[in-house]
């Protein structure tokens, strides 16, 4: 816990039990198979036993409707979810266990530091540490095996208790994981303060030579040993020494609703509010499968992750695993709607570009989001199509000639939204024949250099702005008849939303296209999509820079009708 505290967070902020589940449902059904309630301190919730009795339900739950109390008589057969964890700072834990182990919780992970109780007090800023060791016995006692005992190991503080925590190992089937210092807001991390890997399991070879390594698991983040005779093990975790993030499969929700594809990252993409907003479930793949798309390669290292802006850990929440399996990424595909092909699959990198492949055998899936890596900083390309990348060439900074018709004029110069006395009037389109009509728009939007490199570094604190603006143009593509009065309702087959950044001007170039087969045309569609999620974006970014301009929202082509086609060139 930071000296000063952390800003408690208003409850209408939090996410709602049945939204924790709604969210859970929908990562299990696309291959998470571990998920771990972390903190924070999980057990000060009310409803945190509910959320672990219902956490199986939402396994088998296929739909994202708020789950019910349900008895396990109406619940199908469980697939996927294989483990339902906890960690926790123990002291509410000797009282809660019972009631969670009953309601299917069945892994333990109990943050101590200090086997010291004065010195527990100071770290933690509050008194509790027999609560804690009665937590951890009471869970021994309930059958738990191993009980897994994080201590996160610091130079001037506690380093000095090594060989007391692997003794506890001895007698009781404890898993003590020594954890690297790391770098988060408020714990003034310090690289002196920090003992690695090396230097800890040094320490234990002198008392205990015999010390020997255990087989990794795949996608495991310890290191494990055990000392002969010896009941538990020990592990360490070294992030800051010998990372492993080419093999993580980690992804972390936050109490109120971001995610964050790594711990170390301080990018976060809210689903809490697009849960609320009433996002589709394809929706929220495409939100969840483009920041999966765009997770690094690994974290920035030590020292440059000091310098970052981060949460304090004891602010980063629910934990998402996909146990036994290769790193994760979110392969989104659109055919006819949105889809997604699963979340088994392997990240191949190639040249300058990342490149997601289907696993078992399917045919590779086009990128949703690809990163162009240049001057030392990504350049961020978004589609909601995956053919966007079939040409990869940016929307052309260059002056557009006029606009040229490639089809016949109207035979007439009237307005046709207006009747014969000049009242606006909604255009009869009854008798028209249905054809094929596509139509594309674009936007440009002017950031400014403080507000460019921002998105393009996705370090704006209203999450990624570029996921929330194509997520809005589509949204908007389909509401436009109830935003533009007198535009017909039309079923659009297909809509596309891309954002690519230009360097040179500093800005957000915008490609809508809009396809359906109907009597009347789908420009207005295309025109909205873009202007919003233009509006979107200054929206993202108007807490930076005023200094905003939205230009160029026009009309590139439309195909289809009886006035023949039209094109930009």
């Not at 004065?118 to 800023?125: D, M, N």
């Not at 396809?515 to 207005?524: D, I, K, N, Q, S």
């Not at 509006?535 to 195909?559: G, N, Q, W």
């Amino acid at each position: 816990m930071p000296e000063e505290g952390v800003p408690l967070t208003p409850k209408a902020d939090l996410l709602t039990t049945e939204e924790i589940l709604t969210l859970a449902r929908l990562f299990v059904k696309e291959g998470v198979d571990k998920i771990r309630l972390t903190g924070g301190e999980p057990l000060i919730r009310p409803d945190v036993v509910n959320i672990v009795a219902h956490l199986l339900a939402s396994a088998r739950t296929s739909s994202l409707i708020p789950l019910p109390v349900v008895s396990p008589a109406q619940l199908r057969q469980l697939e996927g979810l294989r483990t339902i964890g906890i960690t926790t700072n123990g002291i509410n834990l000797a009282r809660l266990l019972p009631q969670l182990q009953k309601a299917g919780l069945s892994a333990i992970n109990i943050s101590l530091d200090t086997l010291v109780p004065a010195k527990f007090e100071f770290i933690v800023r509050r008194k509790g540490f027999h609560k804690v060791m009665e937590g951890i016995h009471k869970a021994i006692e309930l059958g738990y095996s191993p009980v897994k005992v994080n201590c996160v190991v610091m130079r001037g503080l506690n380093e000095d208790e090594l060989l007391d925590f692997v003794a506890l190992t001895k007698g009781l089937p404890l898993d003590v994981r020594f954890i690297e210092y790391m770098p988060f807001d408020g714990n003034k991390w310090n690289f002196k303060k920090m003992v690695s890997y090396k230097e800890m399991l040094d320490t234990l070879r002198q008392r205990w030579p015999e010390l020997e390594k255990l087989p990794e698991e795949e996608s495991s983040t310890a290191k494990a040993f055990k000392i002969p005779g010896f009941q538990g093990q020990v592990s360490f975790i070294t992030s800051m020494s010998e990372h492993f993030c080419g093999t993580c499969n980690r992804l972390r929700i936050t109490a109120d609703g971001n995610l964050k594809v790594c711990l170390f990252g301080n990018s976060e993409v809210s689903l809490r509010d697009h849960l609320r907003a009433g996002a589709s479930e394809e929706e929220l793949l495409s939100i969840i499968g483009t920041a999966v798309g765009r997770k690094k390669r690994q974290h920035a290292g030590m020292f440059n992750i000091s310098q970052m802006k981060n949460r304090p850990m004891i602010l980063i929440e629910l934990f998402l695993t996909l146990q036994d399996s290769p790193p994760a990424v979110l392969s989104i595909s659109f055919r006819d709607s949105l889809h997604v092909q699963g979340l088994r699959h392997r990240v191949s990198r190639s040249h300058q570009m990342v490149t997601l492949w289907e696993g078992g055998g399917v045919p590779q899936t086009p990128l949703l989001a690809q990163w162009w890596l240049g001057a030392g900083l990504p350049q961020r390309h978004y589609s909601s199509h995956p053919d966007s990348d079939a040409n990869p060439k940016c929307l052309s900074p260059e002056p557009q000639a006029p606009a040229t018709p490639s089809g016949p004029l109207p035979a007439s110069g009237q307005l046709t939204h207006v009747d014969t006395e000049g009242r606006a009037a909604m255009v009869d389109v009854g008798g028209k024949p249905d054809t094929e009509r596509v139509a594309v728009a674009s936007a440009v939007v002017l950031l400014g250099p403080v507000a460019f490199r921002l998105v393009q570094e996705n370090q704006l604190k209203k999450g990624d702005a570029l996921v929330v603006a194509q997520l809005a143009g589509v949204q908007a593509a389909k509401l436009t008849s109830q935003l533009i009065p007198l535009c017909h309702h039309v079923a659009l087959s297909h809509v596309q939303v891309r954002l690519e950044l230009d360097s040179a001007r500093q800005a957000v170039v915008i490609e809508a296209s809009c396809r359906a087969r109907g009597p009347t045309g789908v420009e207005m569609e295309a025109l909205t999509s873009a202007a919003v999620a233009a509006l979107t974006l200054y929206d993202m970014c108007k807490a930076v820079s005023r200094d905003i301009v939205l230009e160029e929202i026009k009309l590139i082509s439309k195909t289809g009708g009886q006035r023949g086609d039209f094109r930009r060139t």
